[in-house]
């Protein structure tokens, strides 16, 4: 058995391969009309056809009950550059208990993309305000080990 991607029901997908696209940076592999394949492991399907593949059952969109996640080095820049964009968040960035920002929101569908500070870029930004990576472990509530497997 293989994982090979996500697959998200879009109603608009030229709406969505712009977004995703443009807010996310990720291209597109292969483009069957009603299905594409994106850079990152994602796959869009019209929702005309997914309905069709599942039986015509109902599509509930926006149901805030999954998400995509990304990570960000300079999460600064792509939280201003994000600004530009006619977005509606979830929320705006806020800082998790462990020391991670991150921004929520959606995509044209509803579909909640997360995108996180790179785990990495938390731990530099702890030691440059002086932590030690013990401090920082205990900061961020993870082993010593794990600060200490990225780079100083």
């Keep these: ?74 999460f600064d820049t792509f939280t201003e550059r994000l600004r530009s964009f006619n977005i509606e968040y979830v929320h705006d960035v806020k800082e998790h208990g462990w020391g991670q920002r991150v921004v929520r929101f959606y995509d044209p569908d509803g579909h909640i993309i997360e995108v996180g500070e790179a785990m990495e870029t938390v731990v530099k930004r702890f030691r440059d305000a002086g932590l030690t990576d013990d401090q920082v472990a205990v900061r961020m509530d993870v082993p010593l080990e794990y600060v200490r497997g990225f780079p100083n």
């Design 1 to 74: 058995m293989k994982y090979v991607s996500t697959l998200l029901a879009v109603g608009d997908m030229a709406a969505s391969k712009r977004f995703y696209h443009g807010v996310l940076g990720l291209d597109v592999i292969s483009d069957f009309g009603a299905n594409i394949t994106l850079t990152g492991g994602i796959s869009l399907q019209t929702l005309d056809t997914w309905k069709e593949f599942i039986g015509g059952k109902d599509v509930k969109l926006r149901s805030n009950a999954v998400e995509l996640y990304f990570e960000e080095t300079d």
